[in-house]
């Protein structure tokens, strides 16, 4: 990719981050707390590494890095569903680690953090596994093939 074609992705993902950093801010006022804002701004800076140092040269592989994206949208949205409408093990959080974690506000995941580490994890997995299949579709193998199997074509 031409370096002027990553100074206007760069200079995009900026504008949109600062965009985004008007409502992290305010969360981060709202809690008293810096760490809402400095998480999104590494999670931001992650993005930014793959968008820069992307070896995507083609549509295909840029597809590819679209649909990750895409796919973690959809994980995260998925992951808050589920932790918010399904019933939820309490994951070895009793009542006395919540009282120590003082926590302030209120809210589901305030009274229950416990669906917080559920959406956590589910997240990752499914992150996980979708950018299996997603690495395996980039590569032109099926996912359920083993790494050194490439697909034959039929």
């Known amino acids: 990719m031409s370096p002027s074609k990553r100074g206007q992705r760069l200079t995009g993902l900026l504008v949109l ?19 809402p804002f400095w998480s999104f701004w590494a999670l931001t800076a992650n993005r930014m ?12 592989e840029a597809g590819v890095v679209v649909a990750g994206w895409a796919s973690a949208v959809g994980a995260y949205i998925a992951a808050v569903f589920v932790t918010i409408v399904l019933p939820m093990p309490r994951l070895g959080v009793s009542r006395d680690v919540v009282a120590s974690l003082h926590l302030r506000g209120s809210g589901l995941w305030i009274d229950q953090p416990w669906r917080l580490l559920a959406a956590g994890t589910l997240y990752f997995l499914l992150v996980g596994i979708s950018d299996l299949f997603l690495a395996r579709k980039a590569a032109g193998r099926s996912p359920l093939q083993g790494a050194a199997t490439p697909r034959t074509a039929t």
């Open 49 to 60: 590494l793959g968008v820069l140092i992307s070896p995507a040269t083609d549509l295909r």
């Open 17 to 35: 981050g600062a965009f985004y950093s008007l409502f992290t801010g305010a969360i981060s006022l709202g809690f008293h707390a810096s760490w």
